[in-house]
């Protein structure tokens, strides 16, 4: 049996993917602001956010392999896929890590990936019974991110039903499936 996770971190590009991901945990695993690290993403203007992500994920990577011995870590990592396949974006990651001398990403690695296509915003609307397509920029709720609310309630109601509807974006169900492997930890 595994141990519940007792740390989560969270390497993300922005205060909106930020609110998403925490509402979520929170929403289906009871998981509370003392279990989460989130890194200190680039304030909007201040940086690219995928740049942010990139260039942190290998640090983390170590450190959560680092970490692995002594405390059950669980790492999420996500950065917009943008114009750019999801696929894409992994390799990025990974020769990111290449570049620093640090072993990819590796089935052993207690990691979740979550990388929207174009970005969250897509996956927000979409929840929120918007019709989408993974290529158009969907608005922003800039200042209002907590209004997330709804689509992480229609979204954990989808994972207990465990259905994906005919029009689920790829990139979701993708996401979906990868952190399939390291929720055993928030229960457990």
Not at 111 to 117: C, D, E, L, R, W
Not at 125 to 152: M, R
Request: charged residues 30%; contains cysteine.
């Amino acid at each position: 049996m595994s141990k519940r996770c007792s740390q989560i971190v969270i390497l993300c590009e922005d205060r909106q993917t930020d609110s998403f991901i925490r509402r979520f945990l929170k929403k289906a695993h009871s998981i509370q602001a003392h279990s989460l690290r989130v890194l200190a993403y680039p304030r909007e203007g201040d940086g690219s956010g995928e740049q942010f992500v990139r260039n942190n994920y290998p640090n983390e990577l170590k450190a959560l392999r680092n970490r692995q011995h002594r405390s059950n870590t669980t790492l999420i990592v996500a950065i917009d896929a943008d114009d750019k396949k999801t696929s894409e974006r992994i390799v990025q990651l990974n020769t990111a890590c290449s570049d620093a001398g640090i072993k990819p990403n590796t089935a052993n690695d207690n990691v979740a990936f979550v990388i929207p296509k174009r970005n969250i915003e897509t996956w927000i609307h979409y929840l929120n019974g918007k019709k989408v397509d993974e290529t158009t920029p969907y608005p922003k709720f800039k200042d209002n991110e907590a209004s997330c609310q709804p689509a992480v309630e229609k979204l954990h109601e989808l994972c207990q039903q465990k259905i994906t509807p005919p029009d689920f974006p790829d990139s979701l169900a993708s996401a979906c499936l990868d952190y399939q492997k390291v929720k055993r930890g928030f229960s457990a």
